[in-house]
């Protein structure tokens, strides 16, 4: 069986990464048979900190599905298109707003100082920071501050793009059409109904949709329709971060002689 995981708030917690425990639970489940594929809204370069360096050879799903790596090696992207580069950058100077924007690798930042985001970004100086003009292609847009957020994420939501607006960041997050994280999983070969999913936020919708089994860490409304079952935030992050660890123990076992179906 294939386990895809989210990072953020799934298997990561407040911008750290991925602790000891659940990475040696990650490597039983290889060890087991089992397939292991990480799915985040991060771009790979900033996917790449947060897990051991003995997964980074692991499938990978990067920008929501934008970025696909798999043996170590970035082999699929999808990008804006001129004239939606056009548009975007047009609604940005429009509405004075600041932005992470992501290439394949590289990345143009206009935010505040003090973001939060900038805890996760490029921690390692593994890319450079370039002007959003030399940003080719343009993969992935996060509006971070705006004039005016709600028209401005209405003008959005007539280009055909994919939008996530994530309200307890206050970020508008922008992708090309077509592209979540289900889309991603195709690219890798994954099929319908062939993995168990782990995930906690609105950008995992697609690929709960398509899993055998879902399971939701916290509570998000529009996730919640979609999961099959999900684990409180209730009590320490050591706690939860166990209850992770037996669901996945669990999980395997019950999989263990359906591992190789997909």
Known sequence: ???????????CFKGNPVSATIMHTLAGLTAAGHDVIFASARPIRDLLPVIDK???????????????????TIYSTVHFSDEERIQLLAYIASFNATYLADGTWNYAYTGPDDHPILRNLDPEQRANKVVIDDLHPLMKLLI??????????????????????????????????????WSGLQQLGVEEKSYIAFGNDANDISMFQHAKHAVMIGHHD??????????????????VEENIVQKLLHLAKVYHYQYNEA
Do not use: Q, R
């Not at 069986?1 to 298997?11: A, E, H, N, Q, S």
């Open 54 to 72: 003995a997964f980074h050879s692991y499938p990978m799903i990067g920008g929501n599905g934008s970025i696909v790596a798999k043996d170590g």
């Open 1 to 11: 069986m294939k386990f895809v995981f989210d990072l953020d708030g799934t298997i």
């Open 144 to 181: 971070l501050t705006a004039s005016n957020m709600e028209l401005l994420e209405e003008k959005l939501h007539s280009l055909n793009v994919v939008i996530h607006s994530h309200g307890k960041e206050g970020v508008i997050d922008i992708s090309p059409a077509g592209i979540h994280k």
């Open 222 to 239: 529009k996730l919640a329709p979609y999961a099959s079952e999900a684990i409180a935030m209730d009590g320490d992050l050591e706690a």
